[in-house]
């Protein structure tokens, strides 16, 4: 079965400062995608990024980027410049195309930026 | 709508007792899933409703839980005979088709039951 762990329940980071939330997922599939989550206290998830496995290729968006390692199965977050804005819960995901519609979601890691 | 919407936002109920749950996707979009989200952990997949059918209920825990989407919009989470440990946040999301892995999904802010 797939399953999704972050090891990290909390972060802290300074303002400004670089930050990396931790990820790591097991599975037997050889084609699946990767996504990390920003959930806010108003509790609506946004898609913060997202890794096709077969890219190897780190996705960037802005001030987040990824560590995507295939070989160890993780899948680490960055967040560079962290902003007050950053505080919320992160969730790491994990889909595939043989799963049907399901998204395997780990426990979360709680980020606290500092001013 | 301009994003998904849920109602009510929080409802609390005594155990036993049937609950419903609504979810408003956003206008346009044919995929509509549901999630369970217990404190301290991420969601759980429920649901999944492509048009008015459910083309995958498998994470529904028990045949207490039921869902619905009629006329392929709005669709509605029941509970039946409701227990504490059915106490959570349940999100729901919508996309554009859903026929692609990678096609966002838009949530919406869910709803917080709590089972007395």
């Known amino acids: 079965a797939q399953t999704v762990t972050q090891s990290q329940p909390e972060m802290s980071v300074q303002e400004a400062e670089t930050v990396t939330l931790s990820c790591t997922y097991d599975t037997s599939e050889s084609d699946y995608y990767l996504f990390w989550y920003k959930q806010p206290p108003s509790r609506q998830m946004i898609l913060v990024i997202r890794?096709?496995?077969?890219?190897?290729q780190n996705a960037t968006e802005n001030r987040f980027s990824v560590n995507f390692q295939k070989a160890a199965k993780s899948f680490s977050l960055k967040i560079s410049d962290s902003q007050l804005g950053d505080a919320a819960m992160y969730f790491c995901?994990?889909?595939?195309?043989?799963?049907?519609?399901?998204?395997?979601f780990g426990a979360g890691t709680r980020l606290f930026v500092k001013a | 709508g301009a994003g998904v919407s849920q109602t009510p936002s929080n409802k609390v109920t005594e155990k036993g007792k049937y609950v419903e749950l609504r979810c408003d996707p956003i206008?346009?979009?044919?995929?509509l899933y549901w999630y369970r989200q217990s404190l301290g952990q991420g969601p759980e997949f429920l649901i999944y409703f492509q048009g008015t059918g459910a083309a995958d209920d498998s994470g529904l825990p028990n045949d207490r839980f039921f869902a619905v989407r009629p006329e392929g919009s709005v669709s509605t989470l029941k509970i039946q005979r409701t227990e504490r440990g059915d106490s959570a946040v349940y999100l729901c999301?919508?996309?554009?088709?859903?026929?692609?892995?990678?096609?966002?999904?838009?949530f919406g802010p869910g709803t917080r039951l709590l089972v007395l």
């Open positions: 995901a994990y889909r595939t195309n043989t799963g049907g519609f399901k998204t395997i």
């Open positions: 206008s346009g979009h044919t995929a």
């Open positions: 999301a919508s996309s554009l088709t859903g026929g692609g892995v990678l096609e966002t999904q838009y």
């Open positions: 890794q096709e496995a077969y890219k190897q």
